[in-house]
């Protein structure tokens, strides 16, 4: 997919890769304490226990495998805001392999973690990039944001307690109310840190796991937002380690992850 001349080399960034805008799904370093979360006026504690729920559902499957629809807003030359949207496709086996695809308006490729090295792939640009990562999914993450720029924005869910990855920080946590997402019940929850507003909806009852996601940078003109919606989600799926393993397609060719995949990616 060409890209148009009038997206800036930042819009190409998406909400998947080369993020450039503050990033508040990252791990944490130890978890919120309970006691201050719940002293403070503006951190209500249905919300968080919501939250609990939801990370507790997230960190019980040893596997996993969900898609994902989303929208990201990005700067053209012209100074509007383009809304570009696509679909991504996540497999997950604790504690290190992750597999994801990305399709749609945004710059695509293939994006694969076998537990000691991570590679990307742009099939239309026929080019590959790999590098050496730490030895889980939760070290994994945050080195490869800060290194090749690649950044998921549903990425809360693949850490082995998402919880503490989105409560660190908090400054509010309100329930906004009941709403239905895809047929599901869920509460709609609110949260805000340092720079950014988010929100997820959370199916009700047992199950409580994520049915929507808007993350809000308040300190980036015009207040860009990424939507996420989550769908077929499977917490028993069939998995191997090979199903994680990076071969080069033939007829393609290895470039450098810093610098060079970007620059293909930026360029359609």
Excluded at 141 to 167: C, N, R, W
Aim: aromatic content about 10%; overall charge neutral; proline content about 8%.
């Amino acid at each position: 997919m060409k890209m148009n001349p009038l997206l800036t080399t930042v819009s190409l960034a998406g909400f998947f890769a080369i993020a450039p805008w503050p990033a508040v799904l990252v791990a944490a370093d130890e978890p919120p304490s309970p006691k201050n979360a719940a002293s403070n006026p503006l951190h209500d504690p249905k919300a968080l226990e919501q939250l609990k729920l939801m990370s507790a559902t997230l960190a019980a499957a040893k596997a996993l495998t969900f898609r994902t629809n989303s929208t990201v807003e990005v700067p053209a030359k012209t100074g509007q805001f383009i809304t570009l949207f696509a679909t991504s496709e996540f497999a997950l086996k604790r504690p290190n392999k992750l597999r994801v695809k990305v399709t749609g308006e945004v710059p695509n490729f293939d994006f694969t973690y076998d537990g000691s090295t991570v590679a990307a792939f742009a099939p239309n640009n026929k080019v590959f990039s790999v590098s050496k990562a730490p030895d889980t999914v939760d070290a994994m993450l945050p080195v490869v944001q800060k290194e090749t720029g690649i950044h998921f924005a549903s990425s809360y869910v693949l850490f082995s307690d998402p919880y503490a990855v989105l409560s660190k920080d908090l400054t509010s946590a309100v329930v906004v109310g009941a709403d239905t997402v895809q047929g599901a019940p869920c509460e709609h929850l609110a949260f805000r840190s340092p720079g950014v507003n988010w929100e997820v909806w959370v199916e009700s009852g047992a199950r409580a796991i994520p049915r929507r996601l808007v993350i809000t940078y308040t300190d980036v003109t015009n207040f860009p937002r990424f939507l996420v919606e989550f769908s077929h989600w499977n917490f028993h799926p069939r998995l191997s380690d090979g199903d994680f393993e990076f071969k080069p397609p033939a007829g393609t060719k290895e470039i450098e992850f810093l610098a060079d995949f970007k620059a293909k990616i930026r360029s359609r």
